[in-house]
């Protein structure tokens, strides 16, 4: 299956057929979508704020959470625009300035504190370069400045936890509902754009669903999974500050950007209305994980898999699936009756047209759920219900 430890940038060869579902979500699978997106829309994907002060090639932006804090829950106007200065008054407290100082170099980025005691997620991207050796501060809205320590980082989802020490209890921002959020709906982004700390941006929900490819650590790439795509203005700096709703609760973690490349093909460094968030509900998850192991467990598939060619899916009577080259006993798919040379056409009832499919259900799920599997052998289908296992430790 998928072992989601990674970030973005170009994995294998799109030519190598043979991929492990568990390497995809390692990004270690084919040639990631960004590519062919990039082409199709002339556009790259950057991080919104890990890469530097000012010229930052790669920007993320937003936060995840865990916690309750300033609004009303799941309320957001349907249209029109939030009242920005509300949300700027009950939601900049909670937002934090993130500043990296390590041997490799420094970068700032934007974080929101999720739980009272000093608990702040951020994006893994920001703060990676400190993992050995550096330094992070971070900076509260008022200017007060904590020394802080990385709790946990998660590259395959690009999220990370830091912890601060607090003499007296912090400002905690509320929790959204990601799964009720709607295209067109009104959203309001916060963090430090180059540095510029307690920035409020606004804008809309433009899409959801996005899964978008981006860099990670050690050269890999990962997959924002579903990510919510926004014009709220996301610049360098912004990466792991929130997008919010009108409430002024947590809906996305500001995390990555596109941008138009000039004509020598380096991608501009600012914002062109195309910014991506890692839901709340999913970094919710990982940021609780990160805090209480210090680590995030990912479901373990198990199987070494090939998308079969337009043409042998054909001659086979299907329109798509992924050839099973190997199996692990000690995984998902083995555990589910599932053997070599079967072909899964489905997962969760969506087709399976190739790993990158495998690898999202990976992301956004965890061990002890179920999911139906649907595969060919000798010319037969079934259907079997599989209970996710956790990678095994040895």
């Known amino acids: 299956m998928t072992d989601p430890n990674a970030g973005e940038r170009p994995t294998q060869d799109e030519g190598d057929a043979r991929t492990t579902t568990d390497d995809a979500a390692r990004g270690r699978g084919r040639a990631p979508v960004w590519l062919v997106w990039v082409v199709a829309a002339v556009v790259a994907i950057v991080f919104g704020g890990g890469a530097g002060w000012l010229g930052a090639s790669i920007s993320r932006g937003a936060a995840s959470g865990a916690g309750s804090g300033p609004g009303s829950a799941g ?11 509300h949300i700027a008054d009950e939601v900049l407290p909670t ?12 970068s700032v980025g934007s974080g929101e504190i999720i739980r009272k005691d000093g608990y702040i997620v951020t994006n893994n991207h920001v703060v990676s370069s400190a993992a050995n050796d550096g330094k992070v501060t971070v900076t509260f809205s008022n200017g007060h400045t ?31 509902d990601s799964e009720k959020v709607v295209v067109g709906q009104p959203v309001v982004a916060l963090g430090a754009p180059l540095g510029l700390s307690s920035t409020v941006t ?11 490819p981006v860099p990670s650590d050690d050269g890999q790439t990962t997959v924002l999974a579903g990510a919510i795509q926004t014009d709220a203005s996301i610049n360098p700096g912004n990466s792991g500050g929130a997008l919010v709703d009108c409430s002024g609760h947590l809906v996305g973690v500001n995390t990555a950007i596109a941008t138009v490349p000039n004509d020598e093909g380096a ?19 990982i940021a609780d994980d990160l805090i209480e192991k210090g680590t995030v467990s990912y479901p373990y598939f198990g199987a070494q898999l090939t998308p079969i060619p337009h043409a042998v899916a054909e001659k086979w009577g299907i329109e798509d699936g992924l050839y099973v080259n190997s199996v ?19 997962l969760a009832g969506h087709p399976v047209d190739s790993t990158d499919v495998v690898t999202l259900f990976l992301l956004t799920h965890k061990a002890g759920d179920t999911v139906k599997i649907t595969f060919m052998r000798n010319g037969t289908e079934h259907t079997v219900t599989a209970t996710l296992v956790a990678r095994p430790t040895s």
């Open 75 to 85: 309320s957001s106007a349907s249209g029109g625009t939030c009242d920005a200065v």
């Open 95 to 106: 937002i934090v300035t993130i500043n990296v100082s390590a041997p490799a170099g420094g």
């Open 146 to 176: 904590e020394k802080a320590t990385i709790t946990g980082r998660d590259p395959a989802s690009d999220l990370a936890v830091l912890k601060v020490d607090a003499d007296s209890d912090l400002p905690v921002i509320a929790l959204g």
């Open 202 to 212: 606004a804008g809309i929900v433009s899409a959801l669903g996005r899964n978008v």
């Open 267 to 285: 991608s501009g460094g600012g914002s062109v209305g195309i910014g991506f968030a890692v839901p709340v509900n999913l970094a919710s998850r």
């Open 328 to 346: 692990d006993p000690d995984g998902s798919v083995a555990a589910a009756g599932i053997q070599a040379g079967d072909v899964i056409t489905e």
